[in-house]
């Protein structure tokens, strides 16, 4: 929470426009993190995760700072451009993307592409001649509290022939990418990713390919509950996995934060609407509905994987166990109750509260109009 967020909550109050939650972001954060991975990792370049918060102030704060954008579809490479980026500072990220839109991108100067298949290669050839391609692989996510799973990448063994068919359809076979999970906790999940691209650089020096890129992806976390390692950690420890395995060839690297960028830049303010129990027995636990759920801005909150810290005017006192829910006529719209959070016991409905680190993955996550309620306001100042 900063002073100049407080202040802007404090003014919106005042003004009695305070009705819906809202998001608030502040610039001045979203700089001290892009100056700090600058820092904490000097020969890698930054490619910011527009899907964090696409916000245009911050697309054009990012751009002016001299970053780099990944994105995921046209509309993404339109916002990236319409901040002030030029489109050498574009990748198109997504691995999974329709033939139109990769020629759409190509028309608008893109020329650095991920792929994970041979057939996505394919399209690249016909749609993009000529391009960078780099070739994502899997990762098992372990030590992420968001994993992504298996949706994108392919095994490291097959990476050399995805790589292979894209040198012979004349594309530049450029490098690897990966994604270690989202909010990864462990700056050593990077050692493991950077091993395979050893490898896949070695086999394809072999067939007379030389790859030039790693794509160190993003993960960096935010700090929500509980404290993560700094920026600086992650970066002696991606320098330290990047000699063990490439010696001192090292390649050209990329960084693609998304979470870390933005998430510790916001905050959203919300408003008890109830606090009721679900019968008279004087030990049940208190449910806390707010005005923001799962389905206008907290979806992050699926399967508890974020806890956010909540903040209220009346912390200091006692608290007591809740479960914590949005407003929606959904069931599956409850945030905490597996693992119940702890509130103060004098919250009262109309409180406001504070949801710390909420710059990331909140507004986009949002639904346009879900039972009415509307989609997250946000405020960039
Ligand atoms: C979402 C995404 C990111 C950002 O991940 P964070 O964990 O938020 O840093 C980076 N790269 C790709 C390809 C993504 O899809």
Known sequence: MTQRIREFLADRRRAGRDT???????????RENYL??????????????????????????????????????????????????????????????KERDIARAFELGVRLFAVDSEVEVDKIARAAPGSKVFCRILCDGEGAEWPLSRKFGCAPEMAPRVLEQAHRLGLSAYGVSFHV??????????DGALKSAAEIFRELAER??????????????????????????????????????FGNRIPETIIEPGRGMVGGAGVIEAEVVLISKKSEAGDEMR????????????????DEMIRYPIRTSADGGPTSPCVVAGPTCDSVDVLYEKQPYDLPVSLEIGAKVLIEGTGAYTTTYSAVGFNGFPPLETFVI
């Open 208 to 245: 007379g390919i030389s790859l030039q890129m790693v794509n160190l992806g993003g993960g960096f976390p935010t700090k929500y509950l509980k404290n993560v390692p700094a920026v600086k950690a992650y970066g002696n420890a991606i320098f330290r996995a990047l000699s063990k395995h």
């Open 287 to 302: 449910w806390v509905y707010l005005d923001i759920g799962k389905f206008n801005g907290l979806a992050e909150t699926i």
């Open 181 to 190: 999970g989202s909010q990864q906790t462990n700056p050593k999940m990077w």
């Open 36 to 97: 700090g991975f600058a820092h904490a990792l000097p020969d890698t370049r930054v490619f910011y995760a527009v899907k964090a918060n696409p916000a245009p102030e911050v697309l054009s704060l990012l751009a002016s700072l001299g970053s780099c954008f990944d994105t995921a579809s046209v509309v993404e490479i339109e916002q990236v451009l319409a901040a002030g980026a030029s489109p050498d500072r574009i990748s198109f990220g997504n691995t999974i993307k």
């Open 20 to 30: 819906q939650p809202c998001l608030v972001v502040d610039l001045d954060v979203v």
